[in-house]
Protein backbone atom coordinates (compact mmCIF):
# COMPACT_ATOMS: atom_id res chain seq x y z
CA UNK A 1 0.00 0.00 0.00
CA UNK A 2 1.41 2.98 -0.72
CA UNK A 3 1.33 6.30 1.38
CA UNK A 4 0.04 9.51 0.68
CA UNK A 5 2.96 12.49 2.32
CA UNK A 6 0.65 15.21 4.02
CA UNK A 7 2.55 17.40 1.64
CA UNK A 8 0.73 15.80 -1.18
CA UNK A 9 -3.09 15.80 0.25
CA UNK A 10 -2.68 19.85 2.05
CA UNK A 11 -1.72 22.68 -0.72
CA UNK A 12 1.81 24.02 0.32
CA UNK A 13 1.77 27.23 2.32
CA UNK A 14 2.95 30.82 0.98
CA UNK A 15 5.58 31.89 3.21
CA UNK A 16 4.20 34.81 5.09
CA UNK A 17 6.54 37.94 5.37
CA UNK A 18 8.05 37.90 8.37
CA UNK A 19 8.02 41.29 10.89
CA UNK A 20 9.87 44.18 9.41
CA UNK A 21 12.96 45.14 11.58
CA UNK A 22 16.21 47.19 12.12
CA UNK A 23 18.52 45.22 9.33
CA UNK A 24 15.39 45.68 6.47
CA UNK A 25 15.17 49.70 7.36
CA UNK A 26 18.73 49.63 7.27
CA UNK A 27 18.93 47.87 3.89
CA UNK A 28 16.42 50.12 2.93
CA UNK A 29 18.05 53.49 4.17
CA UNK A 30 21.30 52.22 2.43
CA UNK A 31 19.97 53.12 -0.78
CA UNK A 32 20.14 56.69 -0.24
CA UNK A 33 24.51 55.91 -0.54
CA UNK A 34 24.33 54.64 -4.19
CA UNK A 35 23.07 55.24 -7.49
CA UNK A 36 20.26 57.70 -7.89
CA UNK A 37 19.46 58.36 -4.07
CA UNK A 38 23.25 59.44 -3.89
CA UNK A 39 22.28 62.17 -6.07
CA UNK A 40 19.18 63.28 -4.58
CA UNK A 41 20.56 63.55 -0.95
CA UNK A 42 23.83 65.14 -2.92
CA UNK A 43 21.30 68.02 -4.50
CA UNK A 44 19.32 68.03 -1.14
CA UNK A 45 22.29 68.54 1.21
CA UNK A 46 23.63 71.03 -0.94
CA UNK A 47 20.62 73.23 -0.81
CA UNK A 48 19.44 72.97 2.85
CA UNK A 49 23.02 73.57 3.84
CA UNK A 50 22.88 76.78 1.82
CA UNK A 51 19.88 77.71 3.45
CA UNK A 52 21.27 76.72 6.97
CA UNK A 53 24.55 78.98 6.18
CA UNK A 54 22.81 82.06 4.48
CA UNK A 55 23.17 84.46 7.62
CA UNK A 56 27.14 83.61 7.16
CA UNK A 57 27.22 83.13 3.07
CA UNK A 58 24.67 85.64 2.25
CA UNK A 59 27.21 89.27 1.17
CA UNK A 60 24.16 91.47 2.11
CA UNK A 61 21.24 92.41 4.12
CA UNK A 62 18.44 90.75 2.19
CA UNK A 63 16.49 93.27 2.83
CA UNK A 64 19.04 96.38 2.39
CA UNK A 65 18.43 98.36 -0.70
CA UNK A 66 22.11 98.86 -2.29
CA UNK A 67 22.33 103.09 -3.39
CA UNK A 68 23.10 102.83 -7.38
CA UNK A 69 22.43 99.08 -7.64
CA UNK A 70 18.95 98.94 -10.21
CA UNK A 71 18.69 95.97 -12.25
CA UNK A 72 22.60 94.85 -12.47
CA UNK A 73 23.17 92.25 -14.24
CA UNK A 74 25.29 89.37 -12.75
CA UNK A 75 28.51 90.04 -11.78
CA UNK A 76 31.33 89.44 -9.14
CA UNK A 77 30.11 91.82 -6.46
CA UNK A 78 26.38 90.49 -7.24
CA UNK A 79 26.43 86.50 -8.52
CA UNK A 80 22.77 87.06 -9.54
CA UNK A 81 21.99 90.92 -10.07
CA UNK A 82 19.89 92.99 -7.98
CA UNK A 83 16.27 93.67 -8.49
CA UNK A 84 14.15 96.46 -9.39
CA UNK A 85 14.46 98.03 -5.60
CA UNK A 86 18.31 98.08 -5.48
CA UNK A 87 18.68 94.41 -3.31
CA UNK A 88 20.92 91.49 -4.27
CA UNK A 89 19.22 88.98 -5.23
CA UNK A 90 21.81 86.13 -4.62
CA UNK A 91 21.48 86.75 -0.91
CA UNK A 92 17.55 86.95 -1.05
CA UNK A 93 17.62 83.43 -2.47
CA UNK A 94 20.00 82.41 0.10
CA UNK A 95 17.27 83.65 2.52
CA UNK A 96 14.29 82.49 0.33
CA UNK A 97 15.89 79.24 1.09
CA UNK A 98 15.64 79.11 4.73
CA UNK A 99 11.88 80.77 4.35
CA UNK A 100 11.16 77.60 2.08
CA UNK A 101 12.63 74.95 4.21
CA UNK A 102 11.24 76.33 7.50
CA UNK A 103 8.14 76.09 6.28
CA UNK A 104 7.78 72.75 4.22
CA UNK A 105 10.24 71.14 7.79
CA UNK A 106 7.29 72.24 10.10
CA UNK A 107 4.06 71.75 7.72
CA UNK A 108 4.63 68.19 5.98
CA UNK A 109 5.37 66.12 9.48
CA UNK A 110 2.94 68.15 11.34
CA UNK A 111 0.83 66.69 8.20
CA UNK A 112 2.32 63.56 8.46
CA UNK A 113 1.75 62.90 12.22
CA UNK A 114 -2.05 63.98 12.11
CA UNK A 115 -2.86 61.84 8.73
CA UNK A 116 -1.12 59.22 10.33
CA UNK A 117 -2.84 59.41 13.62
CA UNK A 118 -6.24 59.72 11.72
CA UNK A 119 -5.62 56.42 9.47
CA UNK A 120 -4.27 54.82 12.25
CA UNK A 121 -7.93 54.99 14.73
CA UNK A 122 -9.20 54.36 11.35
CA UNK A 123 -8.14 51.33 11.35
CA UNK A 124 -9.45 50.26 14.60
CA UNK A 125 -13.13 51.18 14.49
CA UNK A 126 -15.39 50.60 11.49
CA UNK A 127 -17.43 53.38 12.68
CA UNK A 128 -14.20 56.30 13.07
CA UNK A 129 -13.88 54.78 9.38
CA UNK A 130 -16.62 55.93 7.72
CA UNK A 131 -16.54 59.27 9.32
CA UNK A 132 -12.67 59.86 9.05
CA UNK A 133 -12.58 58.73 5.11
CA UNK A 134 -15.85 61.09 4.34
CA UNK A 135 -13.56 63.90 5.81
CA UNK A 136 -10.65 62.95 3.63
CA UNK A 137 -12.75 62.48 0.56
CA UNK A 138 -13.63 65.73 1.08
CA UNK A 139 -9.93 67.37 1.78
CA UNK A 140 -8.62 65.17 -1.51
CA UNK A 141 -11.25 67.20 -3.64
CA UNK A 142 -10.14 71.03 -3.06
CA UNK A 143 -6.87 71.72 -5.49
CA UNK A 144 -4.25 73.07 -3.20
CA UNK A 145 -4.03 76.53 -4.97
CA UNK A 146 -7.66 76.93 -4.45
CA UNK A 147 -7.23 75.27 -0.95
CA UNK A 148 -4.64 78.49 -0.45
CA UNK A 149 -6.77 81.01 -1.62
CA UNK A 150 -9.72 80.38 0.21
CA UNK A 151 -7.50 80.11 3.50
CA UNK A 152 -5.61 82.91 2.63
CA UNK A 153 -8.76 85.04 2.40
CA UNK A 154 -9.53 83.65 5.95
CA UNK A 155 -6.46 83.48 7.92
CA UNK A 156 -4.86 86.46 5.70
CA UNK A 157 -1.55 85.99 3.30
CA UNK A 158 1.68 84.87 5.33
CA UNK A 159 3.66 81.88 6.22
CA UNK A 160 0.44 80.84 8.35
CA UNK A 161 -1.76 79.89 5.48
CA UNK A 162 0.95 78.18 3.86
CA UNK A 163 1.57 76.13 6.47
CA UNK A 164 -1.59 75.36 6.98
CA UNK A 165 -2.44 74.37 3.54
CA UNK A 166 0.30 72.09 3.48
CA UNK A 167 -0.81 70.31 6.53
CA UNK A 168 -4.44 70.00 5.30
CA UNK A 169 -2.73 68.80 2.04
CA UNK A 170 -0.79 66.26 3.45
CA UNK A 171 -3.15 64.75 5.88
CA UNK A 172 -5.66 62.82 3.70
CA UNK A 173 -2.50 61.64 1.49
CA UNK A 174 -0.94 60.11 5.12
CA UNK A 175 -4.38 59.20 6.31
CA UNK A 176 -5.42 57.37 3.29
CA UNK A 177 -1.28 55.18 3.01
CA UNK A 178 -1.20 54.62 7.22
CA UNK A 179 -4.40 53.46 7.26
CA UNK A 180 -4.21 50.81 3.99
CA UNK A 181 -0.49 49.94 5.40
CA UNK A 182 -2.50 49.09 9.22
CA UNK A 183 -4.88 47.03 8.07
CA UNK A 184 -2.54 45.13 5.54
CA UNK A 185 -0.26 44.66 8.66
CA UNK A 186 -3.00 43.07 10.97
CA UNK A 187 -3.40 40.29 8.89
CA UNK A 188 0.41 39.20 8.80
CA UNK A 189 0.58 35.96 10.83
CA UNK A 190 2.97 37.79 13.33
CA UNK A 191 0.08 40.09 14.21
CA UNK A 192 -2.67 37.42 14.13
CA UNK A 193 0.08 35.35 16.77
CA UNK A 194 0.76 38.27 18.98
CA UNK A 195 -3.40 38.34 19.58
CA UNK A 196 -3.92 35.04 20.21
CA UNK A 197 -1.24 34.72 22.89
CA UNK A 198 -2.96 37.90 24.64
CA UNK A 199 -1.09 40.91 23.43
CA UNK A 200 -2.99 43.69 23.85
CA UNK A 201 -4.45 46.23 21.18
CA UNK A 202 -2.05 49.47 21.83
CA UNK A 203 0.73 46.72 22.68
CA UNK A 204 0.01 45.08 18.99
CA UNK A 205 0.00 48.54 17.64
CA UNK A 206 2.59 49.77 18.83
CA UNK A 207 5.19 47.09 18.35
CA UNK A 208 3.74 45.57 15.06
CA UNK A 209 1.20 47.80 12.88
CA UNK A 210 3.29 51.19 13.51
CA UNK A 211 6.88 49.83 12.35
CA UNK A 212 5.03 48.06 9.40
CA UNK A 213 2.98 51.29 8.49
CA UNK A 214 6.10 53.48 9.20
CA UNK A 215 8.08 52.37 6.06
CA UNK A 216 5.48 53.34 3.17
CA UNK A 217 4.82 56.51 5.16
CA UNK A 218 8.69 57.09 4.81
CA UNK A 219 8.47 57.39 1.27
CA UNK A 220 5.93 59.70 1.01
CA UNK A 221 7.51 62.54 3.26
CA UNK A 222 10.45 62.42 0.58
CA UNK A 223 7.89 62.49 -2.15
CA UNK A 224 5.52 65.18 -0.05
CA UNK A 225 8.25 67.71 0.87
CA UNK A 226 9.03 68.05 -2.97
CA UNK A 227 5.30 68.85 -3.90
CA UNK A 228 5.44 71.30 -0.18
CA UNK A 229 8.24 73.20 -1.97
CA UNK A 230 6.03 74.11 -4.83
CA UNK A 231 2.97 74.65 -3.18
CA UNK A 232 5.21 77.40 -1.09
CA UNK A 233 6.65 78.63 -4.13
CA UNK A 234 3.07 78.81 -5.88
CA UNK A 235 1.59 80.57 -2.98
CA UNK A 236 4.31 83.03 -2.34
CA UNK A 237 4.11 83.58 -6.90
CA UNK A 238 0.44 84.57 -6.59
CA UNK A 239 1.31 86.78 -3.80
CA UNK A 240 -0.51 85.12 -0.97
CA UNK A 241 2.71 83.00 1.01
CA UNK A 242 5.72 84.77 2.24
CA UNK A 243 4.71 88.53 2.47
CA UNK A 244 7.48 91.00 1.02
CA UNK A 245 9.81 92.33 1.62
CA UNK A 246 10.68 89.19 3.48
CA UNK A 247 12.33 87.08 0.68
CA UNK A 248 11.00 83.55 -0.44
CA UNK A 249 11.94 81.76 -4.15
CA UNK A 250 8.48 82.51 -5.30
CA UNK A 251 8.36 85.55 -4.94
CA UNK A 252 11.83 86.29 -6.18
CA UNK A 253 10.85 84.66 -9.14
CA UNK A 254 7.22 86.85 -9.37
CA UNK A 255 9.75 90.11 -9.13
CA UNK A 256 11.81 88.77 -12.11
CA UNK A 257 9.19 88.13 -14.33
CA UNK A 258 9.16 91.77 -15.88
CA UNK A 259 12.50 92.25 -16.15
CA UNK A 260 13.81 88.87 -17.30
CA UNK A 261 14.91 90.87 -20.30
CA UNK A 262 17.58 93.03 -18.13
CA UNK A 263 18.43 90.51 -15.77
CA UNK A 264 17.75 86.69 -16.50
CA UNK A 265 20.17 85.23 -13.15
CA UNK A 266 17.52 86.97 -11.33
CA UNK A 267 14.80 83.66 -12.04
CA UNK A 268 17.12 81.09 -13.01
CA UNK A 269 19.01 81.58 -9.26
CA UNK A 270 15.44 80.63 -7.50
CA UNK A 271 14.25 78.26 -10.35
CA UNK A 272 17.87 76.02 -10.19
CA UNK A 273 16.91 75.94 -6.36
CA UNK A 274 13.52 74.61 -6.47
CA UNK A 275 14.43 72.05 -9.51
CA UNK A 276 17.48 71.01 -7.34
CA UNK A 277 15.34 70.78 -3.98
CA UNK A 278 12.44 68.96 -5.93
CA UNK A 279 14.34 66.52 -8.06
CA UNK A 280 16.72 65.61 -5.01
CA UNK A 281 13.56 65.09 -3.08
CA UNK A 282 11.70 62.54 -5.22
CA UNK A 283 15.28 60.63 -6.01
CA UNK A 284 15.93 59.88 -2.50
CA UNK A 285 11.61 58.92 -2.90
CA UNK A 286 12.34 56.58 -5.49
CA UNK A 287 15.47 55.51 -3.85
CA UNK A 288 13.74 54.55 -0.50
CA UNK A 289 11.01 52.37 -2.19
CA UNK A 290 13.49 50.72 -4.36
CA UNK A 291 15.42 49.69 -1.41
CA UNK A 292 11.98 48.53 0.06
CA UNK A 293 11.00 46.27 -2.68
CA UNK A 294 14.84 44.65 -2.12
CA UNK A 295 14.59 44.90 1.27
CA UNK A 296 11.03 43.10 1.27
Not at 55 to 60: D, E, K, M
Not at 110 to 128: C, K, N, P, Q
Not at 207 to 230: I, M, N
Request: aromatic share 4%; glycine share 10%; net charge positive.
Amino acid sequence: MTVTAPSEILPARTAAPARPGPARRRHALSALYRGRGLVGTVLVGVVVLAGLAAPLLAPYDPLAQIPGANLLPASGAHWLGTDEVNRDVFSRTLYGILANLSIIAVAVPLGAVTGGLVGLVSSLSAAVDVVAQRVLDVLLAFPVLILGIALAAVLGPGTTAVVVVIVLAEIPIFGRLVRGAALRVREMPYVEAATVVGAGRWWVLRRHVLPGAAEPAGVQVAVSLSVAVFVEGAMSFIGIGVRPPDPSLGSIVADSVLYLDVNPAMALGPLAVVTMLTLGFLLVAQALAAGRRVAG
